[in-house]
């Protein structure tokens, strides 16, 4: 059974350019986000990663960990980096998981348990490895996206998920296309007579759909 929503993430040790960390001791009490990449080198994943490294300042403001997955080697992570920066001219100050043995990459359920890196190979031989995982601080996987070769990843969507994520922990649920300011929606399993002591005013638009002020 691979990782699913509210599962709990394998606290694996592994490697990094910034050294051996411990995935549970490196989120601590923060949001974290793992992005997954087939190899160092390639052009997309390249594009990605500094819109990762552009992005640092909104990572911060929303308390949140980056740290990038490759299944490459901790020296070709750092020799990437400079190419990373050279693109996206902002710092790559955030850690890159060096996972040739597929040890990640099969925990989170991105390879089968059978596969293996053969001699030569290409990004084609760990494709599935382009992913986002959004984790929250209990250390559970909040959101799941993966995407093909060929179609580089919307941060822009991946920051508006992470805020929904962050607002629907204060016990709401955010409606198609939130976006911070918006007003959100109360969760059904609340009561009218709950609802309204807890949220004050609240519009009704179905008996199953109310909405309200987005909570402080």
Request: proline share 7%; hydrophobic share 40%; with cysteine.
């Amino acid at each position: 059974m691979g990782l699913r929503i509210n599962d709990t993430i394998p606290d694996l040790t592994v490697e990094t350019d910034h050294g051996t960390i411990s995935l549970h001791d490196w989120v601590g009490d923060s949001w974290a986000i793992l992005f997954s990449h087939p190899k160092d080198f390639t052009p997309v994943c390249t594009t990605e990663f500094g819109a990762v490294a552009q992005l640092a300042d909104e990572w911060e403001k929303r308390g949140t960990k980056v740290i990038g997955v490759s299944v490459d080697g901790v020296e070709d992570h750092k020799k990437w980096k400079g190419d990373i920066e050279q693109v996206s001219g902002a710092k790559a100050g955030f850690p890159i998981i060096a996972d040739a043995g597929l040890e990640v990459s099969k925990a989170f359920d991105m390879l089968p348990a059978e596969a293996y890196l053969p001699d030569g190979r290409t990004p084609a031989d760990s494709a599935t490895v382009r992913s986002v995982f959004i984790i929250g601080p209990d250390k559970q996987l909040k959101l799941s996206m993966t995407y093909p070769m060929t179609v580089g990843r919307n941060f822009a969507e991946i920051v508006r998920a992470l805020d929904g994520l962050q607002m629907s922990a204060k016990g709401v649920a955010t409606p198609a296309n939130w976006v911070p300011g918006e007003d959100v929606i109360i969760p059904p399993s609340v009561s009218n007579e709950d609802a309204k002591a807890k949220f004050g005013e609240f519009e009704t638009v179905l008996p199953y759909l109310r909405k309200t002020k987005a909570p402080s």
